[in-house]
């Protein structure tokens, strides 16, 4: 059964820092892992979505980061905002073939002014 | 760009009342899942159907059943709701199968049992 781990749960840093989100999962044949925002209360916006066969995606500021045999996905964000703030989820299919994603707990991201 | 429609976004129902929520996929979507969220809880896979069959099953409970249409617009059924099932569902979209696309999620449909 696939496993997905989110450290940190929370982090709090000062605006225009950069940061790293870091996803483990237990289960390694993934053909794509998502990274997800959630804003309290509201759906799930997909940042970016890496294939197996891909190491990193950039969006703007963000990079993901897959390591496909170690089970371990980055997300890097670059000079943070406070528009950022958000929970932070990465998700992973549930096996080989699977249709549904196995999400983590989430990091919840705070960026002071 | 056209994005995944949930209807309704907020839902209030009593104890062993039944609800109806529906999906509409972004076009050219074949495939259909549901997820429930509960509060503080990161979200759980229900169901999912491709071309009208479905194609995952997750933690489902028996008291809900769930299709997808012809017009690829799918319908989670829950009867005999419980306090428990007080939650965010959200839908998502994409295509092919398996998928290698993107999930595409909809805005969700809070549901308050009383």
């Known amino acids: 059964k696939q496993e997905v781990t989110q450290i940190p749960a929370a982090l709090s840093v000062p605006e225009g820092e950069n940061l790293v989100l870091n996803c483990s999962f237990t289960d390694s044949a993934i053909y794509n892992l998502q990274w997800f925002r959630q804003d309290p209360g509201k759906g799930l916006t997909s940042l970016l979505l890496?294939?197996?066969?891909?190491r990193e995606q950039t969006s703007g500021r963000l990079n993901a980061s897959l390591d496909k045999s170690s089970g371990r996905s980055t997300l890097y964000i670059a000079a943070s905002q406070p528009g950022d703030s958000a929970t932070y989820l990465c998700a992973v299919p549930s096996g080989a073939g699977s249709y549904q994603l196995t999400f983590g707990k989430g990091t919840k991201l705070s960026v002071i002014p | 760009a056209a994005g995944v429609i949930q209807s309704p976004r907020h839902l209030i129902k009593e104890k062993r009342e039944t609800a109806t929520l529906k999906c509409y996929p972004i076009p050219r979507h074949d495939t259909v899942y549901w997820y429930q969220q509960g509060p503080g809880q990161d979200p759980q896979f229900l169901i999912s159907?491709?071309?009208?069959?479905?194609?995952d099953k997750g933690s489902i409970p028996d008291r809900f059943s769930a299709q997808q249409f012809s017009d690829y617009h799918s319908e989670l059924n829950m009867s005999s709701l419980e306090l428990g099932d007080s939650a965010l569902y959200f839908c998502?979209?994409?295509?092919?199968?398996?998928?290698?696309?993107?999930?595409?999620f909809g805005p969700g449909t809070r549901l308050t049992v009383l």
């Open positions: 998502a979209s994409s295509r092919g199968r398996p998928s290698t696309d993107t999930q595409y």
């Open positions: 890496i294939q197996s066969s891909q």
């Open positions: 159907f491709y071309e009208k069959m479905q194609s």
